[in-house]
């Protein structure tokens, strides 16, 4: 296996030892659910540590942290708000949440909230930089892993998908227009953070987060899955 295979970006989600059969089972493996479960903290664990760098937040980050500085709450708790608001978007879409949606939304909140106060504030620049890139790193690895559990999407997922489906918009215009909504509200409106951090996290994370699941596919193998 060369370097070229191992950083050739994945097109689709791989299926995995450890992938779910079907993403709306309420019994899922031990083994599923705790890869789950991981992906997820080291998701948040990269939120957070973007959070922490101080120059430019995701763009649902830039809303949660809007949020938080006019209802004085922590990022943490705004970025839980906005998941279970986000998942009551899914009524009118009919869309199904399972295990890893409810997961998705309390694992990544709790992570940020108990990770942000413990982390460095960088001093200079490149420092700042240099932790925004672990950040995208740990997102993109987090994403790798916790997809490939195959237990349900992300309440942001969800909802972009549901609006695909009943919109008939290519996937790339909806999600462009999710994020950029909601970033501009969250930037302009609410005065949460953007700045070159954001930028480096749009261009990377999607190239990112496909190797990574490039990774996690040859780590995992193809293997008989079950519910």
Not at 144 to 151: D, H, R, S, V
Not at 217 to 224: F, H, I, V
């Amino acid at each position: 296996m060369g370097l070229m295979d191992v950083l050739r970006p994945a097109k689709e989600v791989p299926t995995t030892r450890w992938s779910a059969e079907d993403p709306g089972t309420l019994r899922p493996r031990l083994k599923t659910l705790i890869v789950l479960i991981i992906g997820l903290w080291v998701f948040g664990t990269g939120d957070a540590i973007l959070i922490a760098a101080g120059i430019g937040n995701t763009p649902w980050t830039v809303l949660a942290e809007g949020i938080a500085i006019n209802i004085d709450w922590s990022v943490g708790q705004a970025t839980f708000l906005v998941s279970v608001l986000v998942l009551l978007l899914w009524i009118p879409l009919r869309e199904k949440p399972g295990i890893g949606t409810i997961l998705n939304a309390i694992i990544i909140a709790a992570a940020i909230e108990f990770m942000v106060p413990r982390l460095p504030t960088p001093e200079t620049q490149s420092l700042a930089i240099a932790q925004v890139l672990l950040g995208v790193l740990l997102i993109g690895i987090g994403s790798g892993i916790y997809l490939t559990a195959n237990l349900g999407p992300g309440p942001r997922d969800g909802w972009m998908t549901g609006l695909q489906r009943v919109s008939g918009v290519p996937i790339a215009r909806v999600r462009g227009a999710i994020e950029g909504t909601v970033l501009v509200i969250g930037w302009l409106i609410l005065g949460g953070t953007f700045g070159i951090g954001t930028i480096v996290f749009a261009v990377l994370i999607g190239p990112v987060v496909a190797v990574c699941l490039n990774l996690a596919g040859r780590l995992g193998g193809p293997g008989e899955v079950h519910g």
